[in-house]
């Protein structure tokens, strides 16, 4: 929660979220996430032992981007419409 605080994310809700580590309870909160120029409101979720920021891939294509796997670099494409 440390990182959410920094930034000056509140917590909305608790909410059950599947992890590799099995079920855990976890607050949502909402962001502002400007990348490369394009920008949107999302979800984030806010975890005391998760201490690191990770832009997944529902946020990326919503931005309009892909990674590169290959450079791991980020390339535009076209947005999808969901």
Request: avoid cysteine.
């Amino acid at each position: 929660m440390k990182i959410a605080e920094e930034l000056g994310i509140e917590p909305i809700s608790e909410e059950e979220v599947v992890t590799g580590a099995g079920l855990i309870k976890v607050k949502r909160g909402e962001a502002w996430i400007k990348l490369k120029g394009k920008e949107g409101p999302f979800n984030v979720w806010i975890s005391d032992f998760i201490d690191k920021v990770l832009l997944g891939v529902v946020v990326l294509e919503s931005l309009g981007f892909d990674v590169d796997p290959a450079t791991g670099t980020l390339k535009e494409r076209p947005l999808l419409l969901y």
